[in-house]
């Protein structure tokens, strides 16, 4: 094999061979080629620390593939099934000007990266939370009744949705793209979760304000807690915002901290904009001054350059005891289109006492945020 950077062969993963074979049919099922090391030939079975081993020109695809698998349960049949499926946008409504907005966005993402979207809408009733509901009593569905009114009026507002919605793309207004409607009984945090792990969609899109929200109250706290609960990559568009009208071009603001699960979130943005010029800004933010940011930043770009050659990418290392000013600062300076970041589950009591920066920059931006999680 020859020596150039090119045919450069690298170690992604260290698995048993059981393992090590389920990745190998994976990635090349994918288009990568890949090779497997150290392997017992007496009882390969029982074979561990086998090595993974594909191109270096591979590595951004090959991260991106890993990190949706899980090699207890893949298997070259459950792949085959999922392969053809198509792959969807799902956005969660209230039926607000917001909610029109992130569905305007949705059809023209999904059209550029050839989707199918969801419309989805919960209907909820204080009245019967805690309230145990039994088989042997009998439910009254009337008129009357307010979980009926309530699925009745959200029936109502979904067709309405729909006929505009057709109506823009019969005009030209929006692209023609399939899409379908989805209404169950929750709350609106329990029944999107509950329902983008069960159709694992490619990404949510969100508005960050509900029609019955009063001004004083923090906006898309829905929004907020999706991002939080979640494992789907998340748009959050903010109420005021005019980007969506032309996705030809972007200027997106990479928030880093020089981690590897970044540069898997950069792969899964590149596919999610394959069709869009992208002209990226890669930003870290500290605290304080550190050394390791200068080197980190010189590996960093050379990676990209390297795997990236046709993007654009701006880098900057920017310090500052506030954060969220320092972003929105380089945000108007450098006209942002989109700021993306990678987020990291936590559990309900550091939630509450310590909110991630992705959860302080929904209540704050006016920029719309693309979130990838660890």
């Known amino acids: 094999m020859s020596?150039?950077?090119?045919?450069?062969?690298?170690?992604?993963?260290?698995?048993?061979?059981?393992?090590?074979?389920?990745?190998?049919?994976?990635?090349?099922?994918?288009?990568?080629?890949?090779?497997?090391?150290?392997?017992?030939?007496?009882?390969?079975?029982?074979s561990s620390g086998v090595r993974v081993r594909i191109k270096e020109s591979d590595l951004p695809k090959a991260l991106s593939i890993i990190e949706h698998m899980d090699l207890g349960k893949d298997t070259l049949s459950a792949h085959s099934s999922q392969s053809v499926k198509r792959k969807t946008i799902l956005v969660p409504v209230d039926?607000?000007?917001?909610?029109?907005k992130a569905c305007e966005?949705?059809?023209?993402?999904?059209?550029?990266?050839?989707?199918?979207?969801?419309?989805?809408?919960?209907?909820?009733?204080?009245?019967?939370?805690?309230?145990?509901?039994?088989?042997?009593i009998p439910y009254k569905n009337s008129d009357d009744d307010p979980l009926a009114r309530m699925l009745k009026r959200t029936e109502a507002d979904m067709s309405n949705l729909e006929n505009l919605l057709n109506k823009q793309m019969s005009k030209g207004d929006l692209p023609r793209v399939k899409f379908?409607?989805?209404i169950r009984q929750g709350i609106p945090e329990d029944e999107i979760t509950a329902y983008s792990e069960e159709s694992?969609?490619?990404?949510?899109?969100?508005?960050?304000?509900?029609?019955?929200?009063?001004?004083?109250?923090?906006?898309?706290?829905?929004?907020?807690e999706i991002i939080e609960r979640n494992d789907v990559p998340t748009l959050a568009i903010p109420e005021d915002v005019e980007w969506g009208k032309n996705l030809s071009t972007l200027n997106i603001a990479y928030a880093t901290n020089f981690d590897q699960k970044d540069l898997v979130a950069f792969q899964s943005m590149i596919d999610l904009f394959a069709n869009v010029t992208l002209r990226v800004f890669m930003v870290h933010i500290n605290q304080k001054e550190d050394s390791w940011d200068e080197i980190k930043l010189a590996g960093i770009k050379d990676y990209f350059k390297k795997h990236y050659p046709e993007v654009k990418i701006e880098y900057s290392l920017l310090q500052d005891n506030d954060v969220l000013?320092?972003?929105?600062?380089?945000?108007?300076?450098?006209?942002?289109?989109?700021?993306?970041?990678?987020?990291?589950?936590?559990?309900?009591?550091?939630?509450?006492?310590?909110?991630?920066?992705?959860?302080?920059?929904?209540?704050?931006?006016?920029?719309?945020?693309?979130?990838?999680?660890?």
């Open 3 to 46: 020596n150039t950077e090119e045919d450069r062969l690298i170690t992604v993963a260290i698995h048993t061979f059981e393992q090590a074979q389920i990745l190998k049919t994976r990635l090349e099922s994918e288009g990568i080629e890949t090779y497997i090391y150290n392997v017992n030939l007496v009882q390969p079975a029982v």
């Open 95 to 100: 039926f607000s000007d917001y909610s029109l």
């Open 105 to 136: 966005i949705a059809f023209r993402l999904a059209q550029s990266v050839d989707h199918d979207v969801t419309i989805f809408s919960s209907y909820y009733s204080p009245v019967y939370s805690g309230m145990p509901i039994f088989e042997s």
């Open 180 to 182: 379908s409607t989805v």
């Open 200 to 224: 694992k969609p490619s990404l949510i899109v969100m508005g960050t304000r509900g029609k019955d929200r009063k001004e004083q109250e923090l906006i898309g706290s829905v929004t907020a």
């Open 325 to 374: 000013k320092a972003l929105d600062e380089y945000v108007k300076e450098k006209h942002i289109d989109v700021i993306s970041l990678n987020t990291r589950k936590r559990n309900l009591l550091t939630r509450i006492f310590n909110p991630s920066i992705a959860r302080k920059m929904i209540f704050h931006a006016r920029t719309p945020m693309l979130i990838f999680h660890s």
